[in-house]
C-alpha cells in the first residue's frame, strides 16, 4: 500500500509541476478536496485517469483498514492528500 501511495504521490506531483494549465490545476484539486467520483467529469482526460487512480487506491486501504479496524486513518491518509493539492 506505501508504494501506491508514493506512486500516486509522484503521478499527482508530475500533474501540478509539469502537466496542467492553472484552470486543470483549480478543477484537479477540488476534485481532490471533494473526494467524490463524480467530481472526475469536470477533469481533463489525463486528470480522470490519475483521479480515478488515487480514488481506487484509498479505497483498498480504507477496506484493509476497516478489516483491521483502524479505518480512521483513511480519513487523515486523506486529508494529508488534499493539502498536498
Known amino acids: 500500500m506505501l508504494t501506491k501511495v508514493i506512486a500516486m504521490t509522484s503521478v499527482i506531483d508530475d500533474i501540478y509541476d509539469v502537466h496542467g494549465t492553472?484552470?486543470?490545476l483549480k478543477l484537479f484539486t477540488d476534485a481532490i478536496e471533494r473526494w467524490e467520483i463524480t467530481a472526475v467529469d469536470q477533469l481533463p482526460q489525463y486528470m480522470k485517469v490519475a483521479y480515478k487512480a488515487l480514488l481506487d487506491v484509498y479505497t483498498e486501504i480504507e477496506e484493509a483498514m476497516v478489516n483491521e479496524e483502524r479505518s480512521y486513518r483513511v480519513y487523515y491518509a486523506k486529508e494529508a492528500v488534499?493539502?498536498?493539492?
Open 22 to 24: 492553472p484552470d486543470e
Open 82 to 85: 488534499s493539502v498536498i493539492g
